[in-house]
Nanobody, 125 residues
Framework: QVDLVESGGGSVQAGGSLTLSCVASGNTATINQRGWFRQAPGKTREGIGSIDRKGGAGYADYAKGRFTLSEDIAKNILYLQMNNLKPEDTGVYYC???????????????????RGQGTQVNVSS
């Protein structure tokens, strides 16, 4: 079992930035990728991106150039740096983890086995 706890959500104006954090605990040796997905009000979940233990990362097209994944492997912390935020980025952001058989560019973290409770991000215009 792997437990994931997100933090760092909040309210920001359009054009602003936020950094989300995700701390993993439990049997973390069983996972080799972590990522983020989000769910906007009234919409389905959509993947943002994921990163493997070698630092290789893959992003959804809408996230490229604005969102960046990074990890502090020693502390088991995954970060999501979000810049130039837009009102349509509003939603609940979830951290997810798994050991998929494909690399970060070929997976969608929505389907990952483990996920956290989510953290709310609100972007106002």
């Amino acid at each position: 079992q792997v437990d994931l706890v997100e933090s760092g959500g909040g309210s920001v104006q359009a054009g602003g930035s936020l950094t989300l954090s995700c701390v993993a605990s439990g049997n973390t040796a069983t996972i080799n990728q972590r990522g983020w997905f989000r769910q906007a009000p009234g919409k389905t979940r959509e993947g943002i991106g994921s990163i493997d233990r070698k630092g290789g990362a893959g992003y959804a097209d809408y996230a490229k150039g604005r969102f960046t994944l990074s990890e502090d492997i020693a502390k088991n912390i995954l970060y999501l740096q979000m810049n130039n935020l837009k009102p349509e980025d509003t939603g609940v952001y979830y951290c997810a983890a798994d050991s998929p058989g494909l690399g970060p560019r070929s997976v969608n973290p929505v389907a990952f086995r483990y996920r956290g409770q989510g953290t709310q991000v609100n972007v106002s215009s």
